[in-house]
């Protein structure tokens, strides 16, 4: 494995590790599992690559967090408002999006940037580390405004929603509010990945984010496998990890001629095998 597989899969990691964080913050601060994510991973590609042809690279990144949360407030409000499983509104949702986005890209499957001036052409005459260096300041912002965020009263309050709803009601906070806040800040960062991922691979693709909710997942769990304190920037710490680990074990993967094509399901054995794990942990300290 040569040092230039490793920038890219060390990339790649950052950019889902942003994705990571943003699902962080629907599947364990607020406890609920959302599948609007492979549906907004992909809105951030087409957002970021429609702006970024127009000459936007930067307005891009912020349209596609924007659209995000937008994505974010539609599954909220039919989980809070139309009272629909959480479950199934992110289903609505993703499904909705996969036609709105292959209308934001003009009705094309994919669309190209190469050629066109992104976030990373600047720094082409640094290479082979700018990129990198790059997407984990992008990483280090977001977790560190993830990290006050959550500390905050409004942080606490989201926080206190997941942990015990019935206790956030008597205590006059709208919980439901709570609920299409985090989802919307969820589906934004998730769209803001899948904004920076379109432009450093330089193309956009309606499944591009076919998967993404496994991988965030994947992420979790790896990162809290080997990080298990609960404090809130140990947790967004191993999110971070995991991240990086999980595309570390997939660039192995390929490196030792495991097909591409099985990337998806050896992702769901990751998930999968982690689950098991982390029951068994649990399952030996209850018996000790």
Same mark, same amino acid.
């Given at each position: 494995?040569?040092?230039?597989?490793?920038?890219? !899969?060390?990339?790649?990691?950052?950019? &889902?590790?942003?994705?990571? =964080?943003? #699902? $962080?913050?629907? $599947?364990?601060?607020? +406890?609920?599992?959302?599948?609007?994510?492979?549906?907004?991973?992909? =809105?951030?590609?087409?957002?970021?690559?429609?702006?970024?042809?127009?000459?936007? /690279?930067?307005?891009? =990144?912020?349209?596609?967090?924007? !659209?995000?949360?937008?994505?974010?407030?539609?599954?909220?409000?039919?989980?809070? %408002?139309?009272?629909?499983?959480?479950? #199934?509104?992110?289903?609505?949702?993703?499904?909705?999006?996969?036609?709105?986005?292959?209308?934001?890209? *003009?009705?094309?499957?994919?669309?190209?940037? &190469?050629?066109?001036?992104?976030?990373?052409?600047?720094?082409? *005459? &640094?290479?082979?580390?700018? @990129?990198?260096?790059?997407?984990?300041?992008?990483? !280090?912002?977001?977790?560190?405004?993830?990290?006050?965020?959550?500390?905050? @009263?409004?942080?606490?309050?989201?926080?206190?929603?997941?942990? +015990?709803?019935?206790?956030? %009601?008597?205590?006059?906070?709208?919980?439901?509010?709570?609920?299409?806040?985090?989802?919307?800040?969820? *589906?934004?960062?998730?769209?803001?990945?899948?904004?920076?991922?379109? @432009?450093?691979?330089?193309?956009?693709?309606?499944?591009?984010?076919?998967?993404?909710?496994?991988?965030?997942?994947?992420?979790?769990?790896?990162?809290? !496998?080997?990080?298990? %304190?609960?404090?809130?920037? $140990?947790?967004?710490?191993?999110?971070?990890?995991?991240?990086?680990?999980?595309?570390?074990?997939?660039? #192995?993967?390929? @490196?030792?001629?495991? /097909?591409?094509?099985?990337?998806?399901?050896?992702?769901? =054995?990751?998930?999968?095998?982690?689950?098991?794990?982390?029951?068994?942990?649990?399952?030996?300290?209850?018996?000790?």
């Amino acid at each position: 494995m040569n040092m230039i597989v490793i920038i890219g !899969a060390l990339e790649l990691g950052g950019i &889902f590790a942003i994705m990571s =964080l943003g #699902l $962080y913050l629907s $599947y364990k601060i607020l +406890n609920l599992p959302d599948l609007t994510v492979d549906g907004s991973f992909t =809105l951030g590609c087409a957002v970021s690559a429609v702006l970024t042809l127009s000459g936007h /690279p930067y307005l891009a =990144l912020c349209a596609a967090f924007i !659209a995000g949360m937008l994505a974010g407030l539609v599954t909220g409000l039919l989980t809070t %408002k139309l009272k629909i499983a959480s479950l #199934l509104a992110g289903i609505l949702t993703m499904t909705g999006l996969y036609s709105i986005n292959l209308k934001i890209m *003009n009705d094309s499957p994919n669309l190209s940037l &190469f050629g066109s001036t992104t976030i990373f052409t600047p720094l082409t *005459n &640094f290479e082979p580390y700018s @990129q990198f260096l790059l997407i984990i300041m992008f990483v !280090a912002v977001i977790f560190g405004v993830l990290y006050y965020f959550l500390k905050t @009263q409004l942080g606490l309050a989201l926080r206190a929603c997941g942990d +015990n709803e019935d206790m956030v %009601k008597a205590s006059s906070i709208n919980a439901d509010l709570m609920k299409i806040l985090g989802l919307s800040l969820s *589906n934004g960062l998730v769209a803001l990945s899948g904004a920076i991922y379109a @432009q450093h691979q330089s193309f956009a693709d309606s499944q591009s984010g076919t998967g993404m909710m496994v991988i965030g997942l994947a992420s979790i769990i790896i990162g809290m !496998a080997f990080i298990k %304190k609960d404090q809130i920037h $140990y947790q967004l710490l191993a999110v971070t990890i995991g991240a990086f680990i999980y595309r570390g074990i997939l660039t #192995l993967a390929l @490196q030792m001629g495991i /097909p591409s094509t099985d990337l998806k399901l050896l992702s769901a =054995l990751l998930v999968v095998l982690a689950l098991i794990l982390t029951k068994l942990k649990i399952r030996r300290k209850k018996v000790c």
